[in-house]
T-cell receptor, first 109, second 113 residues
Framework: AQRVTQPEKLLSVFKGAPVELKCNYS??????LFWYVQYSRQRLQLLLR??SRESIKGFTADLNKGETSFHLKKPFAQEEDSAMYYC???????????FGEGTQLTVNP | DVKVTQSSRYLVKRTGEKVFLECVQD?????MFWYRQDPGLGLRLIYF???????EKGDIPEGYSVSREKKERFSLILESASTNQTSMYLC????????????FGSGTRLTVV
């Protein structure tokens, strides 16, 4: 069965420190993985997708099929990065997104 | 610039009431979704619809039903609200079968007392 796991519910770092939000998945097919972000009082929005291999707001994420992981990384966290982050898996058979439990990131000044 | 609108931001209902949560999108999207968002559990899919009058169960459909009479509107119905349905409900829509293009509403915070 398709499943996305984010082992950390809460993550707190200081401004300027590196940050890594972990995501693991289980899926028998070829995965499409995403990171979504929800800032305080804002709508859930797409941050990045693994296919595009881009850096958004300084964040990157690499798909590791061997470890079935898609961790989100940023070398120098900023206070404005404080938000709830969700890892999500899209599986074509159901044409829908499955989300992980979410990680609340707090970047302290 | 609002594209997915959920009619209520906050809602308080009593146990046993029939509750309607409304979602409207103006992007002519075929697909619409209802998720509930709970701390520590993330977003869980309740129901989705890929066309007018079509519906599919998601991962947690028990206690819910949906209605899609028009393409732009997708309603979530709690037939008899219970306290364990207190949650944030998010509506989303997207076009086609691709993985991109999800647009989310701002959410409805439902409290059942």
């Amino acid at each position: 069965a398709q499943r996305v796991t984010q082992p950390e519910k809460l993550l707190s770092v200081f401004k300027g420190a590196p940050v890594e939000l972990k995501c693991n998945y289980s899926y028998s097919g070829s995965p499409e993985l995403f990171w979504y972000v929800q800032y305080s009082r804002q709508r859930l929005q797409l941050l990045l997708r693994h296919i595009s291999r881009e850096s958004i707001k300084g964040f990157t994420a690499d798909l590791n099929k061997g470890e079935t992981s898609f961790h989100l990384k940023k070398p120098f966290a900023q206070e404005e990065d404080s938000a709830m982050y969700y890892c999500a898996l899209f599986f074509t058979s159901g044409s829908r997104l499955t989300f992980g439990e979410g990680t609340q990131l707090t970047v302290n000044p | 610039d609002v594209k997915v609108t959920q009619s209520s931001r906050y809602l308080v209902k009593r146990t046993g009431e029939k509750v309607f949560l409304e979602c409207v999108q103006d992007m002519d999207h075929e697909n619409m979704f209802w998720y509930r968002q709970d701390p520590g559990l993330g977003l869980r899919l309740i129901y989705f619809s890929y066309d007018v009058k079509m519906k599919e169960k998601g991962d947690i459909p028990e206690g819910y039903s949906v209605s899609r009479e028009k393409k732009e509107r997708f309603s979530l119905i709690l037939e008899s609200a219970s306290t364990n349905q207190t949650s944030m409900y998010l509506c989303a829509s997207k076009q086609g079968t691709l993985s991109m293009g999800y647009t989310f509403g701002s959410g409805t915070r439902l409290t059942v007392v």
